[in-house]
Nanobody, 122 residues
Framework: QVQLVESGGGLVQAGGSLRLSCAAS????????MGWYRQAPGKRRELVAH???????NYADSVKGRFTISRDNAKNTVDLQMNSLKPEDTAVYYC????????????????WGQGTMVTVSS
């Protein structure tokens, strides 16, 4: 079964940096878009950033200029470099991917990671 595993979350002081990583595994033919979402306490899950298979990124206005998303198609990984972190960045961060399985490469499926906690202290 195709799975996503996130890593890199933790506690960091405001103004600091953190790098999140996500690795996809399983019988994958290819991966289209990959992205990072987050859900803060009492709020709905929101898109943080996503990146196409060709490497074109998009960011939420709240993180633009501070976060950088990147991917390695050969390794099926996507990273999120987070700089100048703010307390409002505190949330569970989830990795997301649209992939095409080896068995049915013409169809696209969505998969989510279990999430990694990011806490930014004042």
């Amino acid at each position: 079964q195709v799975q996503l595993v996130e890593s890199g979350g933790g506690l960091v002081q405001a103004g600091g940096s953190l790098r999140l990583s996500c690795a996809a595994s399983g019988s994958i033919f290819s991966i289209d878009a990959m992205g990072w979402y987050r859900q803060a306490p009492g709020k709905r899950r929101e898109l943080v950033a996503h990146i196409t298979s060709g490497g074109s990124p998009n960011y939420a206005d709240s993180v633009k200029g501070r976060f950088t998303i990147s991917r390695d198609n050969a390794k099926n990984t996507v990273d999120l470099q987070m700089n100048s972190l703010k307390p409002e960045d505190t949330a569970v961060y989830y990795c997301n991917a649209d992939y095409r399985p080896v068995a049915i490469p013409r169809r696209s499926f969505e998969v989510w990671g279990q999430g990694t906690m990011v806490t930014v202290s004042s």
